[in-house]
């Protein structure tokens, strides 16, 4: 699937349009294209049995869909894999930039980056794009890595399901910036600012039976 993250923004429609704080939102695709990229972990909302669940899970992009995988027993997995209607769902993802600590308690807030996306996800049946869709999960974890294992066996692969969420009803929403104290506040003697945050690997920790004479590959290193 092409790439478009030079064209038109995502149109706004009831449900991307937030009802608090408008002006944070937006349809950009390259910056909606952008938070995706740098994450790997969404929320996965929909309902069951007429209650509301949400699940933490891997997803990758690949152009204008989003792949989420899972076990053919996942109840989720079950329902999107009806050809009518799929299931509809709710995909969220947030970076959290930093901590945003105000003089007074009620001002308190954090900077972050979020995508949300609404939309009906399908089961992905076509052996193909199933193979290539479990490649991009695992390089949306740690870019290259998929070139660096063994692929997924027939029985594997059989045992896995992967839906698929096109990004059609698709908004992302920002704050940056420091505290938003009232004018009254700012002579109380409280420190206010931001405390920034930002994600971080250690070192590599090799398995306990690893031939040590494999080194650790480029693209770990380089994280």
Known sequence: ????STAAPYPATDR???TRYRERASYDRELVH???DTAYLCHLGFVRDGAPVVLPTLFARVGERLYI??????RPLRAAGQADPGLAVCLTVT????LVLARSAFHHSINYRSVVVHGTAHEVTDPREKREA?????????????RDSRPAT???LAATAVISLDLNEVSAKLRSGGPNDDAEDLGLPHWAGVLPLAPGYGEPVPADDLDPALAV???????
Request: hydrophobic share 35%; net charge negative; charged share 20%.
């Open 1 to 4: 699937m092409a790439d478009t």
């Open 16 to 18: 991307t349009v937030p």
């Open 34 to 36: 952008g938070i995706l």
């Open 69 to 74: 995988h899972g076990s053919t027993g996942a």
């Open 95 to 98: 970076h959290v930039d930093g």
């Open 134 to 146: 479990l490649d991009a999960l695992v390089d949306q974890v740690v870019p290259g890595r998929s």
């Open 154 to 156: 027939a029985k594997e």
């Open 217 to 223: 590959p480029e693209y770990l290193t380089a994280r």
